[in-house]
């Protein structure tokens, strides 16, 4: 099983800062397949990127998605308000499709 | 417009059973491979079960193996998880969601329905 482990835990920024949430997993994740997703309280999580660098359809381009192998990068470039939120990343190279603990990033 | 939309949780002694539902519509739901992931009260998301288009291969959480079974009626659009010896560590919140056309991620969600195991 892959196992993810997201830093760090929580992230304090203020709007219009630029937020960088890290994603690295126990072994190599195969062809890149690895996801991003926001998940806001009492909603469900949303699709933000794909296969490391991909965004889903209709998400801002300030999302960003980077890294291969066994680290992996979501970057905000400038925080809006509604970017505050809990954000997992997931990997689906292989069974068990496994996500990691979460980030969350808070209003300072 | 795709929507997924969940039912069938509760509140079940442990040891019992529940069979959730998921309806599909706005997408040709035999196209897609379909997921289950859950999430405890204040807790991360756990992916649960997996099913290809025709239901031909399914796969499973160990933690769930042999006690939970994916099934799919593509003629009703709609997915199911039966869940049998439910234990105090299911309780969660369980996420009907479809798979991106390239491998296993997840690129729509249903609002998740609520299974609580307690006596």
């Known amino acids: 099983e892959i196992v993810l482990t997201q830093s760090p835990g929580t992230l304090s920024l203020s709007p219009g800062e630029r937020a960088t949430l890290s994603c690295r997993a126990s072994?190599?994740?195969?062809?890149?397949?690895l996801a991003w997703y926001q998940q806001k309280p009492g909603q469900a999580p949303r699709l933000l990127i794909y296969g490391a660098s991909s965004r889903a359809t209709g998400i801002p381009d300030r999302f960003s998605g980077s890294g291969s192998g066994t680290d992996f990068t979501l970057t905000i470039s400038r925080l809006e308000p509604e970017d505050f939120a809990v954000y997992y990343c997931?990997?689906?190279?292989?069974?068990?499709?496994?996500f990691g603990g979460g980030t969350k990033v808070e209003i300072k | 417009e795709v929507q997924l939309v969940e039912s069938g949780g509760g509140l079940v002694q442990p040891g019992g059973s529940l069979r959730l539902s998921c309806a599909a519509s706005?997408?040709?739901?035999?196209?897609?491979?379909m997921s289950w992931v859950r999430q405890a009260p204040g807790k991360g998301l756990e992916w649960v079960a997996n099913?290809?288009?025709?239901?031909?291969?399914?796969y499973y959480v160990d933690s769930v193996k042999g006690r939970f079974t994916i099934s799919r009626d593509n003629a009703k659009n709609s997915l199911y998880l039966q869940m049998n010896s439910l234990r105090a560590e299911d309780t969660a919140v369980y996420y009907c969601?479809?798979?991106?056309?390239?491998?296993?991620?997840?690129?729509?969600w249903g609002q998740g329905t609520l299974v609580t195991v307690s006596s």
């Open positions: 099913i290809k288009q025709d239901g031909s291969e399914k």
């Open positions: 072994q190599s994740v195969s062809s890149s397949y």
């Open positions: 969601a479809r798979e991106g056309t390239l491998r296993s991620y997840f690129d729509y």
């Open positions: 997931q990997q689906y190279g292989s069974f068990p499709l496994t």
């Open positions: 706005g997408f040709t739901f035999s196209s897609y491979w």
